[in-house]
């Protein structure tokens, strides 16, 4: 059997650096793999990032990149966490920045230069350490992928696509500044509507490409969730794999979570009650009795927010509660603020903590997840952890975790799904589950089942230790 030494690349990795559900899940499944194979993380070493913290020291790796012409500094540190060796990339145009990306919807400028160093740094890493198979995630290190080629660095290349909306795409004039061969500006390859593409580079020379979800897999070579990129990915069907995300069962495990009020398993919910007075209390809700649902997500149009505030008046006048977090683009922002101050059963807090959304998930009774799309998604699969019974929408990674509630149905996870993405029918979802609501019985079954369900990361891992091995 092959012997595997992985390097996993992405941009973003919890504990360190976290925009999205990208730095939980290559935080989790890096963990996972490395119980399993030989395994390091790579990741930049943002400023922002704490070094006496998390016992960050240097490597003693030092080289330079040449990228058109202008000489790159590059140093190496690394970390134990949970075990797993962690490598740090530290160049000052990469790493010394307040944020990931840049604002909202805007993104540093220059993201192509400090992403290209991220990747020309990958396969430098790659070289120098031996590493037998390289796994690169999203757009970021993509371009990792076409070096690895360009320069002859024999490893494996497994490339994971977690959304397909955010492509890094780049005028095709900046291409000389990432050092990157002409022979790529071409359809077949990078070249995307006169511009540069770094996923389509990464789908084109990866030996597999996966995605977060088998239903995804399927939906984005159609042009309703193709972005663009159908007839290209279409074109690499042999090599497109959906492997299904999981979470955290160590993270996420409601019967010793310190960040809740009081513990529960799926055998004692009592403690689930003792949850939801407690936040219900915190928040000030006028009426405590009434279903709380919930929404915890980035406020894009991507999580379906416009949906969600479209709702609102109607969904409000229902007997429930309304306890929304999250940040993002100001128009949704600004809208919810002004449904905030106008009703007593929703409240909206602004900016993400992660202790308060555990604190949520166990409050909540139901946990909405109206996506326009939906690669995968883990919200739903934490909510089911936690005994909160997901609304969504039939979609991606949502499809394939939840499922219509059947008493006889022994498909894991049970929920509220919608098909039509509008106000009509995420209502009658709403209003089924409202009517679950008050089936004591019933409603404790479904959040038993949910619990007992096998959504961990562990299972996700198992399914990539094959595929690396399967590859030449």
């Known amino acids: 059997m092959k012997e595997t030494k992985l390097l996993f690349a992405a941009a973003e990795i919890f504990p360190f650096a976290k925009s999205g559900g990208l730095a939980d899940m290559a935080s989790a499944l890096s963990r996972a793999l490395h119980e399993k194979i030989e395994t390091t993380a790579i990741m930049p070493l943002y400023r922002f990032i ?246 915890i997500g980035r406020f894009v149009e991507q999580k379906g927010l416009d949906l969600l505030i479209g709702t609102m008046e109607q969904l409000l006048g229902r007997n429930i509660n309304l306890v929304v977090l999250g940040e993002g683009e100001a128009k949704y922002r600004d809208a919810l603020k002004r449904i905030d101050s106008q009703y007593g059963n929703f409240r909206l807090i602004v900016g993400y903590d992660d202790d308060l959304s555990h604190r949520i998930y166990a409050a909540a009774d139901f946990f909405m997840m109206p996506s326009r799309f939906e690669p995968c998604g883990l919200g739903q699969m934490i909510a089911m952890r936690y005994g909160s019974i997901p609304i969504v929408h039939a979609v991606g990674g949502l499809r394939d975790t939840v499922h219509p509630i059947r008493r006889n149905e022994k498909v894991c996870g049970q929920g509220f799904l919608f098909e039509a993405m509008d106000e009509e029918a995420l209502l009658a979802a709403v209003d089924d589950a409202l009517e679950l609501y008050k089936k004591t019985a019933s409603l404790r079954r479904v959040r038993q089942f949910d619990m007992q369900c096998d959504f961990s990361i562990e299972r996700c891992a198992l399914k990539y230790i094959d595929l690396y091995r399967s590859l030449p």
């Open 50 to 295: 704490d070094k006496d913290r998390f016992g960050i020291v240097p490597t003693g790796e030092r080289f330079s990149l040449d990228l058109g012409g202008v000489e790159y500094d590059v140093e190496l540190f690394h970390a134990k966490h949970d075990g797993l060796e962690v490598l740090f990339v530290y160049n000052p145009t990469l790493c010394d920045r307040d944020e990931i990306y840049g604002p909202a919807g805007e993104g540093y400028g220059d993201n192509d230069i400090r992403f290209a160093i991220f990747s020309h740094a990958i396969v430098e890493t790659v070289r120098r350490f031996g590493f037998t198979t390289l796994h690169l995630n999203d757009w970021h290190t993509a371009l990792a992928a076409v070096l690895a080629r360009d320069e002859g660095v024999r490893c494996s290349i497994v490339y994971t696509i977690h959304n397909l909306a955010y492509q890094g795409v780049f005028e095709s004039s900046s291409a000389a500044r990432w050092g990157m061969a002409e022979s790529h500006l071409h359809i077949e390859d990078m070249e995307f509507y006169g511009r540069l593409n770094w996923m389509k580079g990464g789908i084109a020379h990866a030996d597999v490409v996966t995605t977060v979800s088998p239903s995804y897999a399927i939906e984005i070579q159609r042009a309703e969730f193709g972005c663009g990129l159908d007839g290209f990915l279409r074109r690499h069907r042999d090599k497109l794999v959906g492997i299904l995300n999981g979470i955290d069962e160590k993270v996420y495990d409601p019967a010793h979570d310190r960040a809740i009020a009081a513990p529960y398993t799926s055998e004692s919910l009592r403690g689930k009650g003792v949850c939801k007075r407690g936040l219900v209390k915190t928040l000030s809700f006028d009426d405590p009795a009434r279903p709380l649902l919930a929404f």
